[in-house]
């Protein structure tokens, strides 16, 4: 039980993570995207849910937050 919680949060970490580090030199939306396909891949290798289902949640967070944050201005 505790594994497949811990499975299931670590990409949803691991992309918040990467998104609240400054930036090296990247424009803050290209930052962005990068947490969220690092967050994706992460969620490949572990597979707390079907490959097919994590990449449409991928691609679903990308297009919720594409008008809050995602572009640049």
Do not use: C, Q
Request: proline share 11%; net charge positive; charged share 5%.
């Amino acid at each position: 039980m505790l594994a497949s919680v811990l499975k299931a949060a670590a990409p949803v970490f691991l992309a918040i993570a990467i998104a609240l580090v400054p930036a090296p030199g990247l424009p803050k939306y290209t930052w962005y995207f990068f947490a969220i396909f690092a967050g994706v891949i992460v969620g490949l290798m572990l597979e707390p849910l079907p490959g097919g289902a994590i990449g449409l949640i991928g691609v679903t967070v990308v297009t919720v937050m594409s008008p809050l944050a995602l572009f640049s201005p």
